[in-house]
Every structure is written in structure tokens, then in C-alpha cells.
């Protein structure tokens, strides 16, 4: 007999944990640097049109289709027709690749946890210029490249399984059971990053961090930069086309909110982003003037942002370095870690046991096994390369040609139209038909856009340009890329083979 499906105890419920999904690694390091990159203040703008006019309209498809079906991503599309199935394996695979190096980053972070208790890279000025030296050289002991292995760095593979571990014990009971931790990972990080930035507001140097951050200059919001800044920061911040979103809008009841729910995560991921900005570049201000060196001259996103330049700063500080070196490193690790249960839960679990009816607690534990026994790959000495590119693979490319194609197949094979009204039904807000199109014309050619312009023109430029060089100038490795992408595709083409178990099935 086939298991009743899993509801979400709570609206509420359901709001965090599509908030904790959202809320990632990326509303710390990318966000405040795109604001400060592209016209401060002024990139409000562009990123707003693009929540509303992008993550939206995918946001709430990805809810909707999810309830409308009752199943998770696969399952969705499946319903559809059956040809379709891929479609949903597809961006589900993208999701198991993503957490399995996102959970090293999360590892990293704990490792940096316990360092700050000591400060491990140094104080003062001897210990700003050391940070970098200390990620490279002592945690992450590089290697030459990615054809260089090397071996695996123990302490990160033991923050590994302690990150897998939490993962698991936090998920292995369903969504119902798991609602509580949804809570603890949105509202703690919040309170850790609000208790960093006034930290930050109190140092020297923090006014001049900010006005980088604030100051408006609209004459940017004109360049195709700053558009494919915002759309791709919506796309990947907001979490769509990992699969996951399908899975998250199933587990709600049948009479639940979809348009009121979507609006409240989409402006409290927004929200987060910006509150993570004060706690970014007020710190960045104290390091500049703490160095007397150009804002230029500082690595304000990605990795280099979280385990280089924060750091330093923290080196720099005039008390309490230990003390904010920690609470800043159990921010990050306590908001990327709602992301590696979606990823997980939603993205790979739920397809899992809505196409074959595993059992959960099993299903669970064999996710998270192969999740640790692939990040593993990312603990050696060469896994930071490998992680770029198959983040490049799979965070970038995966995300959004997956969403194009699974945009086009709901707004014209399934109908715009018919999930607006499905959705409306059970909604205060009512949408208008200028939706359908947002959904069918505008999110797909606003994401191919982002493919073209961030990614073709990028990565294949070397091409026509002899001064270019192949991805990330890994030479002939860049072909993983590609190679991780079409892998991925050809196993949810397997798995769309593969007949789905149904009702009374032994």
C-alpha cells in the first residue's frame, strides 16, 4: 500500500524551510559584492525587477507544479508525460553533484571555526598577511592542479563527516520531523550575522566599507554586467532548478498559499543578502584602512571573501578576534547548511522514494554515505580545482539550462495558464495572465541570456581569442565541464527508463 504523503506541520514551517533553502553561501559572498561592483545601492534595481520578474514567476512554478502533482521533481514532469521524466532527473543529479561540494565548503567552515578559538593564521598585522598562506598552504595544503591529487587532507574529511552526520540526523525522519530544524538554521544565522555587523559598525574604517557597499551611482545599472549580475544572483540564490522546490511545494497542504508564500521566501532570501552586506564591508572597510590599501586591492566574494579576507580582518581587530572569528564561520556554516538539507532532502531523496518507494531513514543514509564518499574527491590537495569546475558544471550550466528547458515544458506543454488558475485558487493574492508570460518568454530568455553571455561567451572565448585561455585555464580539464553535464544527462535518461513503482507494487 503506498505511504500517504508527508506534509509540512506548519505554514510556517513550510516559509523557513523554503527561507533556510534560499538562504545559502551566496547571500554572504556574492551579493554584497555585487552590490558594491555595480552601482551600490543602485543595484537594487535590477535585482529587484529580477525577483519579481525572474525568481518569482520560478519560484512559484517550481511550489506550484510540486503540489499540483504531489510528487518531487521527477514526479512532476512524469505527470506531464512520461517522455518528460528526464526533465526532472535531470536537475536532481545537479543537485546530489552541488551538495557533494558544498559540504566541503560547510567542512571548511568548521575548520575555521576551530581555528578562530585560537586564532590559528595569527593576530595583527602578521596574521592578516598570513590568511592567505593558511587557506591555501594549511588547509587546504594545494596542489599543482587538477591532474595532482594528491592526498586527502584528514581534518577536512573529519569536518566532512561531521557535516554528512548532522545532514542525515537533521533529515532522516521526513519533513515533518525535520521542520524544527528549519527554524534553528534560518533564525540562528540571522542572529549571528546581526551580532558580526555590529561588531562591525563599531570599528574604524566601517563608514568607508559601507559607502562602498551604499553608495548609489545609477549610471552602472545600464550595463549588461549589472543585469547579468542580477539574474544569475536570482537564479542561484533563490534555489530554483535544483530539483528541490518541487519536492517542498508537494509536502504542503493541498489549501495552502502558493503566490503569499513565494513573495515572503523571495524577500527574505533578499533580505538576508542585505543584512549580510553590513557584516561584510564594514569589516572590509577596518582591513583597508587597517592596511592602508585600496578596496580594489581586497577579495570581497567567493572563497577568497570568506576564508581569506575575513580573516585578515578578524587578524586585524582591536579585541575579541577569537570571539568574532567564530561567530562569523558558525554563520556560514549554519546557513549553508539549510541548503545541503535541501539539496539533499528535497533534490535527491524525495525522487528517490517517490520513484521506487525506498524506504526513508535507508534512502537517507545512502544519500548521505555517497554525498561523503564523493566530497572525499574534494578534500585532496587538488579538490579545490576539481570543485570549480564542477560547480561550473553543475551550479551554473546545470541550474539554469535545466530551468530553461523545465520553464518552456510547464508554461506550453502543461499550460501557464492552467497552474495560475490552479494556483490562484487557494491564494490572497491573485495573479493576472501577464504571469503566464513572465513564465513562458521571460524567465527562460532572461536565463538563456545568463547561459550565453556569463557562460559561452565566457568560458569558449579562447576560441577567437588567442589571449584566452580555456575555463578557469585548466587547459585540456576543462572539458569536465561538459563532460559532468552530459554524464548527468544520460543518467536521468536511465532513470526515465526505469519504470516507476506504483500503488500495490511489491
Request: hydrophobic residues 55%; contains cysteine.
Amino acid at each position: 500500500m503506498e505511504a500517504k504523503r508527508e506534509r509540512w506541520s506548519s505554514r510556517a514551517l513550510f516559509i523557513f524551510a523554503a527561507i533556510g533553502s534560499a538562504i545559502g553561501l551566496g547571500n554572504v559572498w556574492r551579493f554584497p559584492y555585487l552590490c558594491n561592483e555595480y552601482g551600490g545601492g543602485a543595484f537594487l534595481i535590477p535585482y529587484m525587477v529580477c525577483v519579481v520578474a525572474l525568481g518569482i514567476p520560478w519560484l512559484m512554478m517550481e511550489f506550484g507544479m510540486g503540489r499540483y502533482f504531489q510528487k518531487g521533481a521527477p514526479g512532476v514532469f512524469e505527470g506531464i508525460g512520461k517522455k518528460w521524466e528526464w526533465l526532472g532527473w535531470w536537475p536532481s543529479m545537479v543537485a546530489f553533484l552541488i551538495v557533494s561540494y558544498y559540504s566541503v565548503v560547510l567542512a571548511w567552515s568548521l575548520r575555521f571555526v576551530i581555528s578562530s578559538v585560537n586564532m590559528e593564521w595569527g593576530v595583527g598585522e602578521a596574521g592578516a598577511e598570513a590568511a592567505g598562506g593558511f587557506f591555501f598552504n594549511d588547509v587546504l595544503r594545494l596542489s599543482s592542479g587538477p591532474g595532482d591529487l594528491g592526498s586527502i587532507v584528514w581534518l577536512t574529511a573529519l569536518c566532512l563527516l561531521i557535516v554528512w552526520v548532522v545532514i542525515f540526523f537533521s533529515i532522516w525522519k521526513g519533513a515533518k520531523e525535520s521542520g524544527k530544524w528549519h527554524f534553528v538554521f534560518v533564525i540562528v544565522p540571522w542572529i549571528l550575522l546581526i551580532a558580526v555587523a555590529i561588531r562591525g559598525f563599531t570599528l574604524p574604517g566601517a563608514a568607508e566599507g559601507l559607502n562602498s557597499y551604499l553608495t548609489p551611482d545609477f549610471s552602472k545599472i545600464w550595463s549588461p554586467d549589472v543585469w547579468f549580475g542580477a539574474a544569475s544572483q536570482v537564479a542561484f540564490s533563490l534555489s530554483v532548478g535544483m530539483a528541490g522546490m518541487f519536492a517542498y511545494g508537494s509536502w504542503v497542504k493541498k489549501k495552502a498559499d502558493i503566490t503569499n508564500s513565494t513573495i515572503i521566501a523571495s524577500f527574505g532570501d533578499m533580505a538576508t543578502a542585505f543584512l549580510a552586506g553590513f557584516a561584510v564591508f564594514s569589516v572590509v572597510g577596518f582591513l583597508v584602512q587597517g592596511l592602508n590599501i585600496n578596496l580594489e586591492d581586497v577579495t570581497t566574494s567567493g572563497l577568497g571573501l570568506a576564508f581569506v579576507t575575513y580573516p585578515a580582518a578578524v587578524s586585524m581587530m582591536p579585541g575579541g578576534n577569537s570571539l568574532v572569528g567564530l561567530l562569523f564561520f558558525l554563520s556560514l556554516f549554519t546557513i549553508g547548511v539549510d541548503s545541503a538539507f535541501f539539496l539533499a532532502q528535497g533534490g535527491v531523496i524525495a525522487p528517490l522514494t517517490d520513484k521506487f518507494g525506498w524506504n526513508i531513514k535507508k534512502t537517507t543514509l545512502g544519500v548521505c554515505i555517497a554525498g561523503f564518499l564523493l566530497g572525499l574527491l574534494y578534500c585532496t590537495q587538488g579538490g579545490l580545482y576539481w570543485l570549480d569546475i564542477v560547480d561550473r558544471s553543475v551550479s551554473f550550466y546545470g541550474l539554469l539550462i535545466t530551468g530553461i528547458l523545465a520553464t518552456v515544458v510547464v508554461g506550453w506543454k502543461f499550460g501557464a495558464d492552467k497552474l495560475r488558475l490552479y494556483v490562484n485558487e487557494t491564494s490572497d493574492i491573485k495573479v493576472g495572465r501577464w504571469w503566464n508570460w513572465l513564465l513562458k518568454l521571460v524567465v527562460p530568455l532572461a536565463m538563456t541570456f545568463v547561459v550565453i553571455y556569463g557562460g559561452f561567451i565566457q568560458d569558449l572565448s579562447y576560441l577567437w581569442d588567442s589571449t584566452k585561455t580555456e575555463y578557469g585555464g585548466y587547459g585540456g580539464w576543462a572539458a569536465w565541464v561538459w563532460l559532468i553535464l552530459f554524464i548527468a544527462l544520460l543518467v536521468s535518461i536511465g532513470l526515465n527508463l526505469i519504470k516507476t513503482r506504483k500503488k500495490g507494487d511489491k
